[in-house]
């Protein structure tokens, strides 16, 4: 029984960790296609942003450093993006590919130039790094039934990013159905021309929607190469970015049901790591593979409207004008 | 008059809005040239006009939603720089717009708040706009659920949201265009009801409309537009309908068709029964019965948005039959069936479409790809030999097709690779007419046949109907210039509000008693 | 868009080209914070890609891939469609190129097997697009998230295949076994060498010609059949088809199978070609670079070839420079990739204006 | 002699922590030591193995270092068309004149590895995480497994590999991620055999306070007191000893098997781990090593017929 519920925790606990930055970036990617900005280009972002927040830590020794610059660097690819979607009426899904290419070539192209190490960032001390918290009195509770368990194993011990990227949740929800931002941004996103005849630029409020969307991937980055990791490798971001346009997409834009898709997606790729090569009674052993693509194949399924339907922001992707 | 007594001398004194010398272009388009407009306080003023005419331009320049090219607009006798819809708000402007400015999903609250939020948070704002909403709807007599979502609300209580986020704004000039156009006649009447409040409360309302009844039975003033200019400015109660049809719609050249009596054979295309409903629900077309028989012409009259577009759409395969059926050349569509436009041209049914940007053409194509709209399949425009086989089209012969089509109609310039973007208006709809004619189509179906078309080339385009039909066509035309379905067709019906509210022969038809029967609506009818 | 015009040249050359040094520009700027000398770097990139025939070869068989990526993506442009999906398309073709390869190779040479594989790989590429056409065209899915889905179930399933099925008992890395030697396309410095003519060797193969056939077929298709009239049709105005009585759902399906069919035939080259077996990736980033070429192109076959060119170049020529200059690595090519596909597809109207302007100015100039 | 040497690095790229790296390593030794300069290409595309090798010799490179068994097929038809050029391949054989395959008994170290994880576990199970699953990835699993077994025949021996794609090289974060669940299945010592991934693993093993080995070079220095040897894999001595006897024109084509008996694997003992190595641990392995040198000890290899008694 105690076995069972330690493997479960360990099993949850792998899940939080590892839908942290998917939490991230799902929240991210609500701020920017809520406003109406496809963002395709997560994953570039918050590679960019790893590299930045490695990078720095290692030249500085300054983990926080290393935060700020991640979300500097990928705020300014979202300005790009911005630049070229909003400014350049350009094509969105266009634009947030050449990010993610850009990103995927540049990270390594100056990592080579400045660290001489194959794209790599030299490895980052502990003080570098974002260390595990433990909360109060997780210790004390440790061998209480069940509750302490979960308290001191599961709850407590991650690091402050992994807080960070459950608070977000709560905070982007806030921030959405809850502040004046939010609500403009909201109806942007289904009805730029209501916005701008209530005397509100469609400009500048899809502009700060796509730097939230900055700073939501560079928190990413930064948890991927200075907490998760110790150091930027090329590509690290494997393919993140897009699991979590897929959550986002499988939480039908929302934060708390994006949040979900994202700790399911987690909870697979945790699954995955646990039942490699493992005889499942009447399955047989599930290919990695197939769990490694569930993540995508469920989305098809949700937008091919088999289960529940996912109706986007009714103005994502087009370009607002006002002539007609 | 209704003006409410004047409080402050030197404000009431001065015009509520006006309005001098408003000149607007939207590339080679005149949307508006050197209009002029004066409207008091609270004082309801219509303005009137064909489509196209630039009442929306006029209204969204006045909202600050366009800058004008030229003129002024001075509010309560101050002259006011309006950039946007901001600045129009800040002097009191609101503005209903013909397409509603709402966001689907959001509470009725949401979208009165939206924009005018007092605060950073939204409970504080929400639990303002509440009070605020609840103090207005009583005075106005407005009520609607704020907490209700604004998509599933009827359009009705949709436009009451909208006239609630202007008086939210604190408008005392409120901008209505084309308000009833979408509304069912209860819900006009609630409407104007709305509005004798607004006006007694103060309220300047500019009222955009095609309809004469409803003109006359709410407005103090009454605007005319034409063409992008204004024409005249009626005191309400000194004109009548009769004058303001002949002002909106009138021509200054009359123009004749020369045709023999029509000689009507056999049914061709029979209308049974046929009620049709879009998609948000609302009831476009309520049991329309309709023939038409072989060497006749018959004209469908009426204001735009009445239902010729759904029934065109209808009777050209395009929409699908929903309740009712039709027999179109002794083959019997009903809901059953699954015909697209393509079996409906193999059936005998030609169609030119009332919108050739939206539909009867392709900008982008060469006039010659246009030329071939819906018979690409035909195999005149095949290669010979194996090409054909494997289901090449034969280039020379498209252009040699386009090229008969040009000499016919005499398209100018006769160039079938030009862009067909880059045609004037009156030759793109010459050579879409020709390409719907060239087949000799049993049933041709014409959405308005000279829109945007100069006068020499309207004689022409008639005709050219008049011809087809003394071959033994049946010709429906759907037209908002009365002065054309009486000249060129033998039989006129008039549509509103979805149904065929009157049928005569056109020799029996003057303007008057048309543009009265276009009119009509059931409001009207409630009414007296 | 604007309602004032330019002159075509200007649309489909000159913006184009400005949009092109733009982006070399920018990677000059990055090739200078490297530390190195951006004109001899773009020297050694112009020698390497076009300097001696091992380096035309290899820039022609890279070129080979992007012709038919580039065409997918055009075809399914003209419909309205953005198929980002060509990756994944090009990656289940070659599964069925190689299914087909393997399963005959020991009765067929080449040129009987080639139609056979080219069917195949079409089929399998097609049915790789048909689902997200499918899922857009009747339940409105949005393709370009389905596509880019079906690019990692693609990638999955490939994984699975070649691990499981695929792969030669005792090999080390994930691949099927060789093609026979006879089933082979053969190599070009082959076809040179039987005419008598020395050669280096390099990938490039006979399906260069297969691309340059694709890019007539495309052409035909588009501009001179009543399907591609069609799609083009729907590409500019879906009403006007659904007017003109065009099942826009069916075309919509047919188009993204033709696109997909079309992207498969990287699997020609690089598996019956290049690889001469079925390997893990071979696609390589294709699929998404021949977005960036459709784009150039303005989906024109004779665009899209020169847009091919231009990015063989720029693969063969980075290979090169990270083959001179050592600080210069493969990434800075994909760099420029990332430039070009930003300069000539988001930012693509940037110039536009200002060149309007311009062109105002100097035709009012001329009128006085 | 002079010597104009190139190296040709494949896909993972000269810093993989792994083979690439020790090849790396070796030749920058050689070059630091007599200050012969080398031309250098990490291969990017499969095609651009053959187009690589060519061109080193083209340009007239010799020796050429030609790295990882993926080069076989291009060191072959190159090797033919250059008959003069010399040409090492590490890591997979090539039958030609003037072609010197390097390759590797790595059952043989993993092995002993084995054996110091098992007598070092305190809850009777051990793991392993290779990179890319492979056979000769296998292989490293199942020499490992074998020495677990041959130290304590009752232990557990658990196994993952990170992927089936070249990316399983380079995903520290799924290498941390299984070294978890490893632990949590109750392993205390974890071998790692799978590149820049192996980083996540012996971070993993550190946070969680168990043991790691190291693999291909030396890595005991990474996590003192975590790390508890390394399973070292001499490609930098190949590599340097390639170039060595080519300027020394002592170079030699044909097949070098290096296994424990010519050190060409072996385990790692030094000041970072030594606290860790008792020394019946310590005498236990070495005794191993020389039955398995002497031929009284025999370690199957997994390559040999594909499969893994110890691992069934
Ligand atoms: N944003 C725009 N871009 C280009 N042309 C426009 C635009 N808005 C209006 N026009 C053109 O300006 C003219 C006047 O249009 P407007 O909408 O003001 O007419 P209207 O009188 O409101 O007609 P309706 O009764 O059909 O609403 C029309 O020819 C229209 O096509
Ligand atoms: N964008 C364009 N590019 C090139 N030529 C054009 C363009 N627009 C119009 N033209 C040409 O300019 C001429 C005048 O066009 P315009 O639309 O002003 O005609 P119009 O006087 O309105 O005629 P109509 O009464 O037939 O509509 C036509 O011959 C047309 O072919
Ligand atoms: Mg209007
Ligand atoms: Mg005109």
């Not at chain 1, 993610?100 to 194959?118: D, E, H, K, Y």
């Not at chain 4, 020389?290 to 691992?311: K, R």
Request: proline content about 3%.
């Amino acid at each position: 029984m105690n076995d069972a519920l330690l493997i479960a925790v360990s099993a949850l606990d792998a899940t939080l960790r590892l839908s942290a930055p998917l939490i991230f970036c799902a929240m991210a990617g609500v701020f920017s296609e809520r406003s109406g900005i496809v963002d395709i280009g997560l994953e570039g972002k918050m590679l960019a942003g790893a590299f930045a927040a490695a990078a720095t830590a290692a030249v500085t020794g300054s983990v926080w450093l290393g935060l700020f610059c991640a979300l500097g660097v990928s705020v300014a690819m979202a300005l790009l993006h911005g630049f070229a979607c909003i400014t350049h009426k350009g094509n969105q899904v266009v634009s947030g590919l050449a990010i993610n290419i850009l990103a995927s070539g540049l990270t390594v192209a100056l990592g080579i130039a400045w660290f001489q190490r194959g794209g790599q960032t030299p490895a980052l001390e502990a003080d570098a790094r974002f260390a595990a918290i433990t909360l109060p009195g997780a210790d004390s509770v440790a061998d209480l039934p069940i509750i302490g368990v979960v308290y001191s194993e599961l709850l407590s011990g991650h690091n402050i990013l992994v807080y960070m990227a459950f608070l977000s949740v709560p905070l982007t929800a806030w921030v959405l159905y809850n502040t004046r931002f939010g609500l403009r941004l909201r109806a942007v996103g289904e009805n730029p021309q209501a916005v701008d005849t209530a005397g509100i630029s469609v400009a500048w409020l899809r502009y700060r929607s796509v730097i939230c969307a900055g700073l939501l991937c560079g928190l990413a980055g930064a948890y991927l190469s200075t907490a998760q990791n110790a150091a930027f490798l090329k590509d690290m971001s494997a393919g993140k970015g897009y699991i979590a346009l897929a959550a986002l997409i499988f939480g039908k834009w929302r934060p708390t049901q994006a949040m979900l898709a994202c700790l399911l997606f987690g909870f697979l790729d945790a699954l995955a790591a646990r039942l490699q090569g493992v005889e499942l009674p009447l399955i047989g052993e599930i290919p990695v593979q197939l769990m490694q693509a569930l993540p995508y194949i469920l989305t098809v399924i949700l937008l091919a409207g088999f289960i529940g339907r996912a109706i986007a922001p009714k103005a994502i992707g087009i370009p607002y004008s006002k002539e007609r | 008059m209704h003006s409410p007594i004047p409080d402050d001398y030197s404000t009431s004194c001065a015009p509520a809005i006006a309005l001098r010398g408003i000149s607007k272009r939207f590339g080679a388009v005149k949307a508006n040239n050197d209009v002029d407009l004066t409207v008091a306080r609270g004082e309801i003023h219509g303005i009137i006009g064909e489509n196209g005419a630039g009442k929306s331009t006029l209204m969204s320049i006045l909202y600050g939603f366009y800058e004008a090219d030229s003129g002024s607009i001075s509010v309560k006798g101050e002259l006011v720089d309006i950039k946007n819809a901001n600045d129009a708000i800040a002097v009191g402007i609101g503005m209903v717009h013909q397409h509603f400015m709402l966001v689907d999903n959001f509470s009725v609250l949401e979208n009165v708040m939206l924009g005018a939020e007092k605060s950073f948070s939204l409970a504080t704002s929400v639990s303002q706009t509440r009070k605020a909403l609840a103090a207005l709807s009583d005075q106005y007599g407005l009520a609607v659920d704020p907490d209700a979502i604004t998509g599933d609300l009827p359009v009705g209580l949709q436009q009451r949201v909208e006239i609630l986020k202007a008086l939210y704004r604190g408008a005392e000039v409120l901008i209505l265009d084309e308000p009833t156009g979408v509304l069912t006649p209860q819900e006009v009447e609630q409407l104007f009801d709305i509005l004798n409040t607004l006006r007694e409360q103060g309220v300047s309302v500019l009222l955009i409309t095609h309809k004469l009844q409803e003109v006359l039975a709410i407005t103090d003033k009454v605007s005319v537009m034409r063409a992008g200019t204004m024409v005249a400015e009626r005191t309400t109660v000194d004109t009548s309908k009769e004058e303001l049809a002949e002002l909106m719609v009138g021509r200054k050249v009359l123009l004749h068709v020369d045709k023999s009596p029509a000689n009507p054979q056999q049914t061709l295309l029979d209308v049974v029964d046929i009620s049709w409903t879009d998609p948000r629900g609302v009831e476009r077309l309520k049991s329309i019965n309709l023939q038409l028989r072989a060497g006749e012409i018959v004209g469908v009259a009426g204001v735009s948005g009445n239902g010729q577009t759904e029934l065109l759409s209808l009777l050209a395969g395009i929409a699908p039959v929903q309740q009712g059926h039709l027999n179109v050349c002794g083959t019997r569509v009903d809901a059953t069936s699954l015909l697209d436009a393509k079996s409906f041209r193999h059936l005998g049914v030609g169609h030119v479409a009332e919108d050739r940007h939206r539909m009867g053409m392709v900008s982008a194509f060469s006039a010659r790809e246009t030329a071939i709209m819906g018979f690409e399949e035909s195999d005149a425009y095949k290669s010979s030999g194996v090409a054909g086989a494997l289901g090449l089209m034969s280039s020379s012969r498209v252009t040699e097709h386009c090229e008969t089509l040009m000499a016919q109609f005499d398209v100018r310039p006769a160039d079938p690779h030009l862009k067909s973007a880059n045609f004037s208006g009156g030759n793109q709809q010459k050579l879409c007419i020709a390409r719907e004619m060239e087949h000799q189509p049993k049933v041709l179906l014409v959405g308005q046949p000279t829109r945007g078309v100069d006068i020499g080339a309207i004689e022409f385009i008639h005709q050219q109907l008049v011809e087809l039909r003394d071959a033994g066509s049946a010709i429906l035309v759907v037209s908002v210039e009365l002065e054309e379905v009486m000249s060129l067709c033998d039989r006129i019906v008039v549509m509103s509000e979805g149904r065929i509210v009157g049928e005569m022969e056109s020799n029996e038809a003057d303007a008057q008693r048309l543009g009265l029967m276009m009119g009509i609506s059931s409001t009207s009818e409630i009414r007296s | 868009m604007s309602q004032k015009t330019l002159p075509v040249w200007v649309d489909i050359a000159l913006i184009p080209l400005i949009n092109v040094l733009l982006a070399f520009v920018v990677a000059a700027g990055v090739i200078v914070l490297i530390g190195e000398n951006p004109l001899e770097a773009v020297n050694i990139m112009l020698m390497g890609a076009f300097g001696y025939d091992e380096g035309i070869g290899y820039t022609l068989y890279y070129t080979t891939n992007f012709i038919f990526t580039g065409l997918a993506v055009a075809i399914a442009f003209h419909a309205g469609l953005f198929n980002i999906g060509g990756e994944g398309q090009a990656y289940i073709g070659g599964l069925g190129v190689g299914v087909m390869c393997l399963a005959l190779d020991a009765w067929l040479p080449w040129y009987l097997l080639l139609p056979l594989a080219i069917f195949s790989g079409a089929l399998f590429g097609a049915l790789w697009a048909y689902i997200p056409g499918y899922l857009q065209a009747y339940r409105g899915s949005h393709i370009v998230i389905t596509t880019i889905m079906f690019n990692f179930i693609a990638s999955a399933l490939m994984v699975y295949l070649l691990v499981n099925v695929l792969i030669q008992p005792g090999a080390m890395s994930p691949e099927s076994r060789r093609i026979a030697d006879n089933a082979t396309l053969p190599f070009m410095h082959e076809v040179f060498g039987a005419m008598g003519m020395d050669i280096a060797s390099s990938p490039l193969n006979v399906s260069l010609f297969l691309a340059l056939i694709c890019c007539v077929f495309v052409w035909l298709f588009i501009w001179h059949t009543r399907w591609g009239y069609a799609i083009r049709m729907i590409g500019f105005n879906e009403q006007a088809a659904i007017y003109s009585g065009i099942n826009t759902r069916r075309m919509v399906v047919l188009t993204m199978c033709i696109s997909g069919g079309l992207a498969a035939m990287v699997g020609i080259n690089e598996v019956m070609g290049a690889q001469e077996r079925v390997v893990l990736d071979f696609v390589a980033g294709a699929g998404f670079t021949g977005i960036a070429v459709a784009l150039m192109g303005r989906n024109h076959p004779v665009g899209i070839i020169v847009a091919s060119l231009l990015f063989g170049a720029l693969f063969q020529g980075g290979a090169e420079l990270s083959f001179e200059i050592s600080t210069i690595t493969r990434d800075l090519v994909v760099v420029i990739q990332g430039l070009v596909i930003l300069f000539c597809g988001a930012l693509a109207y940037m110039v536009r204006p200002t060149l309007e302007r311009i062109f105002a100015r100097v035709s009012v100039e001329k009128e006085l | 002699a002079d010597i104009k040497p190139a190296v040709v690095f494949d896909m993972g790229g000269k810093f993989d922590q792994s083979f690439n790296q020790g090849v790396f390593e070796g030749v920058e030794r050689f070059k630091s030591e007599t200050g012969t300069k080398y031309r250098e290409f990490e291969v990017t595309n499969p095609s651009q193995r053959e187009q690589a090798v060519r061109k080193m010799a083209q340009r007239g490179a010799n020796p050429i270092i030609s790295v990882g068994f993926a080069q076989a097929a291009a060191v072959e038809k190159v090797a033919s068309e250059f008959p003069d050029t010399q040409i090492t391949l590490i890591d997979a054989v090539v039958d030609q004149p003037n072609v010197q395959s390097v390759v590797f008994k790595e059952h043989e170290g993993s092995f002993l590895v084995g054996m110091l994880a098992a007598l070092k576990s305190q809850t009777k199970t051990v793991s392993f995480i290779g990179g890319m699953d492979i056979p000769l990835i296998r292989k490293f699993n199942c020499g490992y497994a074998q020495g677990a077994k041959y130290a304590m025949d009752d232990i557990t021996v658990i196994s993952n590999m990170t992927g089936s794609t070249p990316t399983a090289w380079n995903d520290p974060s799924k290498g941390a991620e299984l070294a978890r669940s490893q632990f949590d299945r109750g392993s205390d010592v974890v071998f790692a055999a799978a590149g820049g991934t192996g980083i996540g693993v012996y971070q993993a093993a550190k946070d969680a306070g168990k043991y790691a080995i190291g693999v291909d070079s030396n890595q005991n220095h990474l996590h003192p007191g975590t790390m508890l040897t390394s399973m070292t894999k001499q490609v930098d001595v190949a590599a340097y000893s390639s170039l060595k006897s080519a300027a020394d024109d002592t170079w030699k084509p044909g097949v070098q098997v290096l296994g424990l008996a010519e050190n060409g694997v072996s385990w790692a003992l030094d000041e970072h781990n030594k606290s860790l190595i008792t020394p019946e641990m310590k005498e236990a392995v070495e005794k191993a090593k020389q039955a398995i040198i002497n031929g009284d000890l025999v370690v199957h290899d997994y390559m040999s017929d594909n499969s893994c008694p110890a691992l069934d």
